[in-house]
């Protein structure tokens, strides 16, 4: 067990740390998804989650970045449209791209509490979304900030971020989720902070999640405890106002009972089918024994801008509307055809209502099941296209 600060020895100070709680059970005559299930039940017992089935718009996937005030109030108005008549209301997440001192394709990071000059005025963003009925949702990545001051100590020495384990950078973090919020967004997907902390991302962390040479500000606790009171203090802030958490790239075990949604793999792609099947396909199946028991599981987007034939997309929007799962649409209007908008319109329906997790019957043969049992019945999926042949167990 890595109980390290950072790349450095933990310094106890005389204190006992608990590392692990070990559990164990055995299973027999059910399926090996439902024993999972059973399994992450067993080890968690105070998760979040909201009080509805959470779906709608985020930008990502069709606009990368490159987007405005204007551009966030037409996805707005698109998908009011697709909404009408629902009455648990969609969220509208602005993702990366409205703070200050965005570049495109260049720096993401913060400060956070002014939009730049194609945003300007966040706060009136957000109320213009909620005249639409719609629930105003935000991004942010609060470990990259360039703001002057914050310095020295307060950053990581290996990578210049902010140091979490700070009193003063998690007093300014706080004051960040408290302005989103005043703002007016009831939801907040903060991203990075894996990445942020630790300079590696998940496949790179063989065999340890960070190199050896660094420590934290506070060097006398682990990095895990460190990362989750980062966690509790966004969580915290956050409730007061009744605002939703997302994670993303965020530790899922250690973010139980501290984000209410959770996503649970990489990205998908509004630019190339084979990242969504890659990536979304599989991580709704093999994270989805934690969904609706450590947090809501989201497996991404649909990334829908005139580059990925709807054929693809239609089963990946299907399989997420009965999953149970979050499913947010990156859809850039005027994409979709009249026929595939009314197709858009049936599915939004389905995930705006309450659903059990969607099982994957062949999760044990494949990295992307074909082969799903959802509250629909049993559904198969042409992921791969016709020429590839597969048979579903029992």
């Known amino acids: 067990m890595d109980v390290r600060c950072g790349g450095s020895g933990v310094s106890l100070g005389g204190r006992v740390l608990g590392a692990a709680v070990i559990v164990w059970d055995t299973y027999e005559g059910i399926h090996s998804f439902d024993a999972a299930r059973l399994f992450c039940r067993k080890m968690c017992q105070d998760g979040i989650f909201p009080e509805a089935p959470v779906y709608g718009s985020n930008n990502w996937y069709y606009a990368y970045g490159d ?87 307060q950053r990581l020495s290996h990578n210049g971020c902010l140091d979490p384990s700070h009193p003063k950078v998690l007093d300014y ?59 509790e203090r966004i969580y915290r802030t956050a409730e007061k106002y009744n605002c939703l958490i997302l994670g993303c790239n965020t530790i899922g075990h250690l973010g139980a009972g501290m984000m209410h949604l959770n996503r649970t793999g990489d990205d998908t792609s509004g630019l190339y089918w084979d990242m969504t099947r890659r990536n979304g396909i599989n991580a709704l199946a093999f994270r989805m024994p934690q969904h609706g028991i450590f947090f809501d599981a989201d497996a991404d987007c ?79 999926f042409e992921w791969f296209g016709s020429e590839v042949m597969h048979i579903c167990g029992a």
């Open 67 to 153: 987007i405005s005030y204007g551009t966030v109030l037409e996805d707005a108005d698109y998908l009011k449209k697709l909404t009408e008549g629902i009455l648990n209301r969609p969220y509208m997440v602005v993702d990366d791209g409205w703070q200050k001192e965005h570049i495109l394709e260049q720096y993401n990071g913060g400060p956070w509490r002014q939009g730049n000059d194609r945003f300007q005025d966040m706060k009136r963003l957000a109320e213009e979304i909620r005249q639409r009925n719609i629930i105003p949702g935000i991004w942010i990545r609060l470990l990259l900030n360039e703001t002057p001051e914050i310095f020295g100590e």
């Open 173 to 231: 973090i706080e004051e960040d989720v408290r302005t989103l919020c005043e703002w007016g967004y009831r939801l907040i997907k903060h991203d990075f902070s894996t990445y942020d902390i630790l300079g590696k991302w998940g496949f790179e962390m063989q065999p340890f999640a960070a190199d050896a040479g660094w420590e934290f500000y506070d060097k006398g606790k682990t990095t895990a405890e460190i990362i989750m009171g980062f966690y």
């Open 302 to 380: 649909v990334g829908m801008m005139g580059r990925i034939e709807w054929k693809w997309n239609r089963q990946w929007t299907k399989l997420l509307a009965y999953s149970g799962t979050s499913l947010f649409l990156s859809v850039k209007p005027g994409i979709p055809t009249e026929a595939e908008e009314e197709e858009l319109k049936a599915y939004i329906k389905i995930a705006a209502e309450l659903h059990k997790p969607a099982r994957p019957l062949d999760w044990e043969d494949t990295a992307c099941p074909v082969c799903w049992d959802t509250d629909a019945g049993s559904q198969r």
